[in-house]
Structures are given as structure tokens and as C-alpha cells.
């Protein structure tokens, strides 16, 4: 086992530094440990291998007095128990967590919560105190049992490709080619001593149930089944890089960000895909939408505008000829700004001139801009949303006209309503100055008596 993690960690960090060491022996390393089985043997390697390392330990209340015996092995006993003759280079970080109190009122698994808290302050360790790696004992059976459970939960190919060797945010898994059993042995040949989480022998867990089930059923189909488990991981893991990396490249000719927070998907754009349904699922499932919204989604294309999906944190909107995103939140929040003075303005990224109409010339024709005759510029001001029953006099027409009759004459999407922004007094905020971007008032417009004009032009969209 020493001989393929060396080769492993060689891969992982190659080269070597001025002074002859290879450079992966230079590198610090945080080791994620429970006191079981693995996660032990995993230190028992990297010890034997004179490599620098730490240790951290959760303590997540989930199994009684069974927590706090693991956390007193780990503190007290593990790196004497394994035979580290200087303990005090390695020093055991120790963090109890209320995992019931953290789930309560969620819709999160207590598996997820505890997930979430682990990593979590696995990487606060590793940006306070420098560490590289953080490295948990995962290995070849817990690999396939992952691929097990995602079949159950339907996620895809990314879900059959098993778990990532070693992620984004620098989480290695060293054992991961190493099945339980070549584990097993290990500890019994150089006496490691652990302690055993009876829960595992429980099938409370869905991941119980598929281990202490299903998986000695296949071993009776296929006795090398962790040997083939693993071959079959890296194929689909090639396989699931290269399509990932399709998708990437499908996403970005299809998708528009139209400023924070809020995206475009237009259907010409989306339909010149090989398979545009299967596109738009992956680009929806990163947003919380689940392969039945997206069929529903994708059956709503060239249908009725205005047929409304939500995830937990979007809001998609079938337009004319897109899909439109928003995050609810920003969907959903009525901002009223208060503007007491120009410097307020300029604050929020307009630009305000006031001029002589004589100095005036030419006037910019692009939404942005609008003028006002000065006379009517005064203090204090308002900007907020639409609202139902806003009406105005758009520049140049003869009448009133209500502010939504106004945007269906624009074929303003649900989410493009929503995002505009309304200028207009704050001792009366139903009179309105500027649809900023789209229209003035046309009683505040330069007239040929005029003799003060007021530039305003406004920010770029967000």
C-alpha cells in the first residue's frame, strides 16, 4: 500500500524542490480522522511515509456516549496507539458540533448537515493555518456504494463517475483505490487499533442499507466487484470530464447574463443543439431544477408566456422567445431608495449635468439619457419598482396611459417588469419622472421655453 500511495501522491504533487526533496513531501497535509478503521490506517501511512500532517477530528453528537469515546481515542491515544514517536509535531484539532440543533427546521438530511459542518471547518483549518490538502480515508467500497446510491437517486452520469480523487477545493482521498478489504489487512498486519461505529452495522442509512443489502448480493454476482467498480470509474470519469466539458461549451453559446443575478436562455440559440432538452437540463440542475421541472420547462417552449417554475432559489419565466432567470430573492425584494441629494445620484452610478439650454446642442437619443426642464428638478426624490396602478404620460403621447399597458406595448417579459426602476417624487411617489431606461414623463420634457435643462444618464443594467 505504501509503494501505490506513493505513486499516488507523486501524481498529486510532482517535483521537487531546491534542495533534492520531492516537492510532496513538502507539503502539508490535514487528515480528516474519525478513530475507525480507515481513517486511522490512513495515518498510519502518512506517518510511515514522513509526511507533515495534522489532525482533525469531529465530534457530531449523532451516536451518545459512543461520539465522545471516538474524540478521547483520537485526542488521547490514537497517535501512540499507531506508534508516532514524536506526537507533538502533529498537533489534533477537535470540534463538536449540535448536528440535530443545525438540521432542525430544515429539509436537509442529517448525512447532508453533517457533510456540510465537516467541510465547512475543514476549510477554515486549511486558510488559517496553511494546509494544502485536506485527505479523508474514502476508499474503493465506499466508491461503489456511492455510485449505488446515486443510481437509487437519479443523478446522472457525473453521479456514476463516483467520487472525485481529489476535488476543487483541494479535498484528496487517498485510499480511494484501496478496497476495505487490502484496508483491512493492513491494520492487521501492523496492529492498528480502532474504534467501530456500530451504526454502520444499522440500516437506518439509505448508504447502510445498499452496504450491509445490495452489496453482498453483487460480490455473490462478481467477487473482484470493488476491483471492476474501480476500472469502471476511471472509464466514466473520462467520459464524464469530456461531456462536462461539452456542456461547458453548449451553456456558453446558449445561456445570456443579463446583469447579476439574472439569466437568458433564447430559444433559437438553445434549439441549434444537438440535444437542446438534455442542454437545458444541465444547465437548470446546477439551479435547483429537477429533471421533471425541466421537462415541464422545455414542453413550455413556444407555449403561453408568462408560465412561472421555481427551485429553492429561482424563479424561471417562459417568455416569447427565452427562458428568463432570476433569483427569487432579488425577484422578490421591493427597493425603495431615498434620494436626498445629487451626490446620492452619483453614488448609484448616474451621471447628472445641469446645464444652460444654450449649451445643451444635440440631444442623445440612447434610453439611458434622459432631460428634464430644471424647473421641475427638485428634491427629495425616489426610486422603487412598479407597482400596480402606475400611470404616466409618456414622451411624446397625448394622453395617460398605465404603466403595465406601457410594457405589454414593449413585450416586457414578467422578470424584465420586474427589474425596471421607477424615478419619481418622494412626497409623491404615484408621479412619476423617468422609467429609467425606457421613458420620461412628458410634462418634465425640454420645452422650446425651457431654460434649464437636467442631464441624467443611468448606470449600465446589473
Request: proline content about 3%; glycine content about 6%; overall charge negative.
Amino acid at each position: 500500500m505504501k509503494e501505490r500511495l506513493l505513486a499516488r501522491l507523486r501524481e498529486l504533487v510532482p517535483g521537487k524542490e531546491n534542495d533534492g526533496t520531492e516537492s510532496f513531501r513538502k507539503v502539508r497535509y490535514l487528515l480528516a480522522v474519525s478513530g475507525g478503521l480507515d481513517s486511522n490506517v490512513m495515518t498510519h501511512l502518512f506517518y510511515h511515509l514522513d509526511l507533515q500532517f495534522d489532525i482533525a477530528h469531529c465530534n457530531f453528537h449523532l451516536r451518545g456516549e459512543d461520539s465522545n469515546l471516538d474524540q478521547q481515542f483520537v485526542q488521547e491515544q490514537l497517535l501512540d496507539a499507531i506508534g508516532i514517536e514524536n506526537p507533538e509535531q502533529h498537533r489534533i484539532w477537535v470540534k463538536e458540533f449540535d448536528t440535530y440543533g443545525v438540521q432542525s427546521g430544515s429539509k436537509k438530511s442529517i448525512e447532508m448537515v453533517a457533510r456540510e459542518l465537516r467541510y465547512s471547518w475543514f476549510q477554515e483549518l486549511m486558510e488559517q493555518f496553511g494546509y494544502q490538502y485536506v485527505c479523508t480515508a474514502h476508499h474503493a467500497n465506499d466508491n461503489a456504494e456511492t455510485i449505488l446510491l446515486n443510481w437509487v437517486r437519479g443523478t446522472g452520469i457525473k453521479g456514476m463517475a463516483g467520487i472525485p480523487e481529489l476535488n476543487q477545493q483541494n479535498v484528496f482521498r487517498p485510499l480511494l483505490h484501496f478496497s476495505l478489504a487490502e484496508i483491512e489487512v493492513y491494520a492487521k498486519q501492523h496492529r492498528i487499533p480502532f474504534q467501530i461505529d456500530h451504526t454502520n452495522l444499522e440500516d437506518q442509512f439509505m448508504r447502510n442499507r445498499i452496504r450491509n443489502r445490495i452489496v453482498p448480493l453483487l460480490e455473490d454476482l462478481n467477487p473482484q466487484l470493488f476491483a471492476t467498480s474501480t476500472r469502471n470509474i476511471k472509464l466514466i470519469d473520462r467520459q464524464n470530464r469530456f461531456y462536462q466539458n461539452a456542456m461547458e461549451e453548449a451553456a456558453a453559446q446558449v445561456v445570456k447574463r443579463i446583469g447579476e443575478g439574472f439569466l437568458e436562455i433564447p430559444f433559437e440559440a438553445l434549439d441549434q443543439q444537438f440535444d437542446p432538452q438534455l442542454v437545458l437540463y444541465e444547465i437548470l440542475s446546477p439551479l435547483g431544477f429537477h429533471a421533471d421541472q425541466v421537462d415541464q420547462v422545455f414542453a413550455s417552449k413556444g407555449g403561453e408566456s408568462g408560465r412561472k417554475f421555481f427551485s429553492e432559489q429561482y424563479l424561471l419565466v417562459t417568455d416569447r422567445d427565452s427562458f428568463q432567470i432570476i433569483e427569487k430573492e432579488q425577484f422578490e425584494q421591493d427597493t425603495k431608495i431615498l434620494i436626498t441629494d445629487t451626490s446620492q445620484l452619483t453614488d448609484l452610478g448616474f451621471s447628472i449635468s445641469f446645464l444652460e439650454k444654450k449649451e445643451l446642442g444635440g440631444m442623445d437619443t440612447h434610453p439611458r439619457y434622459a432631460y428634464f426642464d430644471a424647473q421641475y428638478w427638485q428634491y427629495p426624490l425616489l426610486i422603487r419598482g412598479w407597482e400596480a396602478g402606475d400611470s404616466f404620460q409618456p414622451l411624446g403621447s397625448k394622453g395617460r396611459k398605465k404603466v403595465s399597458d406601457f410594457f405589454t406595448d414593449l413585450k416586457l417579459s414578467l422578470i424584465e417588469k420586474k427589474r425596471v426602476q421607477i424615478l419619481c417624487r418622494a412626497d409623491n411617489p404615484k408621479e412619476i419622472l423617468w422609467i429609467i431606461g425606457l421613458r420620461i414623463e412628458h410634462r418634465f420634457r425640454v420645452r422650446e421655453h425651457t431654460e434649464k435643462v437636467v442631464v441624467l444618464k443611468a448606470p449600465s443594467p446589473q
